[in-house]
């Protein structure tokens, strides 16, 4: 297998110092930047992952409360709040995305495992190639989400241009409206 970046192997096993057993008792992650130099982007990656995906949770709740109780109260506030979280969860995924995307070009030194186990090496190189050009699933699941929330975000903005022309609920001119669309 070869790789596309380069070996280090003058300072094996001098840079990073395992943590002790005691530490993994409460937090077995070891942080990234311990291991690799200049890649502080990620965490700023991750953390803006983590925040669409709240505001896209808190706001498929308003939705599914929307849907549930619509008929008979007036929640387009609640909708236009719905509409807001994911406006908002769709910027952070952007903006998760765009963070990991332009750390993957960047010049680093990882200190890894090496591939014929002798031990702690220097992987000197762009980041992306020595996480092999995604890192992980994830990478792609934020894309997808991103992808997938533009068309939900479009089908919640129909719908509150087309609850403008509405009656409000529990009004005579709406139970007439729902009557005659029954018939």
Known sequence: MARQWTTDYSASGTKWKAPSADDYVHNPCIPLDSLCTDVGKVTSAGNLGVAGSVF???????????????????????????????????????ASWACFASVLGQSTTCYLQGDHNEG????????????????????????????????????????????????????????????????
């Open 56 to 94: 896209f949770t808190l706001g498929l709740m308003l939705v599914i409360g929307y849907t549930f109780f619509s008929e008979s109260r007036d929640l387009s506030k609640v909708l236009m709040a719905a509409a807001a979280l994911l406006m908002l969860s769709w910027m952070m995924l952007l």
């Open 120 to 183: 702690i090496i220097a992987a000197k190189g762009a980041f992306g190639d020595i996480i092999n050009h995604n890192g992980s699933y994830t990478y792609y699941y934020v894309i997808g989400a991103w992808v997938v929330l533009t068309a939900v975000i479009g089908l919640v903005v129909q719908r509150m241009v087309a609850e403008r022309s509405l009656p409000p609920p529990g009004t005579p001119e709406q139970e007439k409206q729902a009557t005659s669309d029954i018939a």
